[in-house]
């Protein structure tokens, strides 16, 4: 995999389970790991649900091959938050994995 190709500064979370101030649970996201991405948006689409628009982009990130995410993880770049669906490793050259997400705004 070329270094060149993965020009994109990302961190990948996942849940993890805590308590506020007066002890109740929480869900916050912690960070996995921080490292470069290949970022490609595949298609969007626009929707009314409940009133409100709502915006679906759907994007492929490549990453270096990782054996520790999974779906329901996410994606950060910048202020944009990517929902990991599903993870699809190079079977045949092991050298990356194509994150499938998707954004919801």
Not at 85 to 102: F, I, N, Q, S
Request: with cysteine; aromatic share 4%.
């Amino acid at each position: 995999m070329q270094a060149g190709r993965l020009n994109q500064r990302i961190t990948i979370q996942q849940l993890a389970a805590g308590q506020d101030a007066i002890g109740q649970p929480v869900q916050t996201w912690s960070a996995v790991a921080t490292l470069w991405a290949n970022i490609r948006y595949n298609t969007g689409a626009e929707s009314i649900k409940g009133d409100a628009d709502v915006s679906v982009a759907k994007a492929s990130i490549r990453i270096r091959r990782r054996t520790d995410v999974t779906a329901g993880m996410r994606v950060l770049h910048g202020s944009t938050a990517f929902d990991i669906k599903a993870v699809l490793p190079d079977e045949t050259r092991k050298t990356h994995v194509d994150l499938v997400c998707e954004v919801v705004k």
